[in-house]
């Protein structure tokens, strides 16, 4: 493979993941499952009862809209009003629009707003709805609310800077109101108060907080429905007991469905009722009173977030700890254990932070980068062993045992360079096998019934060979090369013996083979071989056109040379020559078990040094056939 190609499956898999990461933080795709798990451990938390807060909520029920009608007369919110003033109500929050009047008692509702030190009106910015006419600026408020693209409330708009007096929060000017103390306001505008707060890609977020819109945090919620909470009609009535208004803030505002002052909230998705499914904007905003006074008191239960700086460095980190797992073991099996036992680990931490630390960082990205990085690796290991694979059958075809493919396999990245076996000097032994009077025996035969012949012949050979861990390295016409020691450095003892134990194998084979040739009036067929260890060169050769596993040296041509020694000396099926070489260096157990004959010191073709010569001698009793090996 050209080396672009080889650049771009290592690196191309890696590529794709951060293609994919940047995809699912730029669709929004990562913070909606920011948000669903924010919203399952949230819903899931033991939250604090609204009844620990000094708030009462007055809300208007169907019921109360069949009986005054809608709107309600300014009338009747005047004597209520009065009603709260007098019974001791610390503040009054009237989270509901009058900047148009109803009914003949306008005046009066507007001149309590104006002279009620307690009472606060609202305002929407969004919709550019005032509040109610003559209401002092000091005790003017907005009521914005910052929903989520999913239609979720999880965030408060506490407050916006840099504004004039009127612009303050519905929560903030109700609780300045009834604390008497703005010191909370002012740090913030002062820029000296120590509150974490919500950037553009804080926590799980990546595009909604946007500070433009002013200071924001995770909106706390009390228990769903645990405030103190009365209709309208008991409100009017006088129902409401002392101690739910005396040193009380009593926020009065629309809980009828039909009204459609309802809020998806973090509940709203595994929520445990109906009921809860919605919350009223009236309800809404006591729970963000009710934080601010948590904070007043220092029990404040604000969700901290893991800023912007701290999500890319933890994202950072998981891509690494991705790369590194995913690449550090070396079986596929064991990395992916690792990696899920660690993105395990690591998600249930972070959702431990958020459950019981009140810490939300955002888990999506940091396990998809973990997860994206390791799958990366995964595939570019999987593309590369299939590469090697290819490689690995095109140098070596189907000749080597499964034993040995496997050493080869393990050992791919060092034996591989550019599709090739690197060139080794190795102790090697080589089995040289031939079949005697192939001649003669090709001319009794058709040419459709000689390769039958040779096949069956081969069958017997080669699993002798590669049961052994031996490689048959090529075939020359009716002989047989294997090679044993090879591709990988072996146990030059052990592979001289399974050379021997692979020549007595196929003479076995021979024997019952020639016993079906004779039934079938075929030629016996009888084969020389020629044993040889010693030093040899061994790698790749050829064009990238064609290549080849070649083994070469002095060890191949000995070996051959002893196959083909005094052809005449052969009696049996198989006739066994063995070098001195290859005897010397067997374990002296293995060696006491060999029947010898010594054919003494011999000369042979290429080489200026004699070889020491024994022949193998097997059960070779006599077998009738049809053509003798001459």
């Excluded at 907005?142 to 929903?147: E, R």
């Amino acid at each position: 493979m050209k080396r672009p190609a080889q650049l771009l499956l290592r690196t191309g898999p890696y590529v794709i993941a951060l293609v994919v990461l940047a995809v699912l933080r730029q669709s929004g795709l990562a913070q909606m499952v920011d948000l669903t798990i924010y919203d399952l451990v949230v819903s899931h938390k033991e939250a604090p009862s609204g009844l620990d807060s000094p708030i009462t909520v007055i809300g208007i029920e169907e019921s109360d809209i069949q009986r005054y009608g809608w709107p309600i007369d300014d009338g009747l919110f005047c004597r209520g009003i009065d009603s709260l003033q007098s019974g001791g109500a610390i503040a009054i929050g009237f989270d509901l629009y009058r900047d148009q009047g109803v009914g003949p008692e306008q005046q009066c509702l507007r001149n309590r707003f104006r002279d009620t030190p307690t009472l606060v009106s609202i305002f929407n910015l969004a919709s550019g709805i005032p509040a109610v006419p003559g209401t002092p600026a000091e005790r003017q408020s907005y009521n914005d609310l910052s929903l989520d693209a999913d239609g979720v409330l999880r965030r408060d708009l506490v407050h916006v800077t840099g504004q004039d007096e009127a612009t303050v929060s519905f929560a903030m000017r109700v609780t300045e109101v009834a604390t008497g103390d703005r010191s909370m306001r002012e740090s913030i505008d002062a820029g000296t108060d120590d509150d974490h707060w919500l950037t553009a890609d804080a926590g799980g977020y990546h595009h909604e907080a946007d500070a433009g819109l002013g200071l924001q945090r995770m909106l706390v919620y009390r228990q769903p429905g645990s405030y103190r909470r009365y209709t309208l009609e008991q409100w009017l009535n006088g129902d409401l007991p002392s101690d739910a208004i005396r040193n009380q803030i009593v926020l009065i505002g629309s809980t009828a469905p039909s009204l459609r002052d309802l809020f998806e909230v973090p509940f709203s998705r595994f929520h445990h009722g109906a009921e809860m499914f919605q919350i009223p904007g009236v309800e809404i905003h006591a729970n963000r009173i009710a934080t601010l006074l948590d904070q007043r008191s220092n029990n404040t239960q604000v969700i901290w977030t893991m800023p912007g700086w701290g999500n890319r460095i933890l994202v950072l980190i998981s891509l690494l700890a991705g790369l590194v797992l995913g690449e550090a073991f070396q079986t596929l099996r064991r990395s992916v254990l690792v990696v899920a036992g660690v993105a395990g680990a690591g998600t249930a931490g972070l959702l431990g932070l958020l459950l019981w630390s009140q810490v939300w960082v955002g888990t999506a990205l940091p396990l998809t980068s973990m997860l994206s990085m390791a799958g990366a690796a995964w595939l570019r290991r999987g593309a590369i062993s299939q590469l090697h694979s290819q490689q690995i059958r095109l140098l070596l075809g189907q000749a080597t045992s499964p034993a040995v493919a496997q050493k080869l396999w393990d050992q791919r990245e060092e034996l591989l360079s550019n599709g090739r076996f690197e060139g080794q000097q190795l102790p090697i032994t080589v089995l040289f096998t031939d079949i005697a009077s192939f001649t003669t025996v090709s001319e009794c035969l058709s040419p459709r019934e000689l390769m039958d012949w040779l096949n069956r012949g081969m069958a017997i050979c080669v699993p002798a060979v590669t049961r052994r861990g031996g490689m048959v390295n090529k075939f020359t016409g009716d002989g047989m090369l294997a090679v044993f020691g090879v591709p990988v450095l072996q146990d030059p003892a052990a592979e001289a013996a399974a050379a021997l134990e692979a020549a007595r194998e196929i003479q076995a084979g021979l024997k019952e083979l020639n016993a079906e040739f004779l039934k079938q009036a075929q030629p016996a067929m009888h084969i020389r071989a020629g044993i040889h260890s010693g030093e040899a060169l061994v790698g790749s050769m050829g064009s990238p056109e064609r290549i080849e596993y070649a083994v070469i040296g002095d060890t191949v041509n000995c070996a051959s040379r002893l196959e083909s020694l005094e052809k005449h000396r052969h009696q049996g099926v198989m006739r066994v020559l063995v070098s001195n070489n290859t005897l010397e260096i067997l374990e002296p157990k293995f060696r006491k078990q060999l029947v010898l004959e010594a054919w003494g010191s011999i000369h042979v073709k290429g080489r200026d040094e004699p070889l020491e010569v024994s022949e193998l001698k097997m059960d070779n009793g006599p077998v009738t056939t049809q053509a003798s090996p001459t």
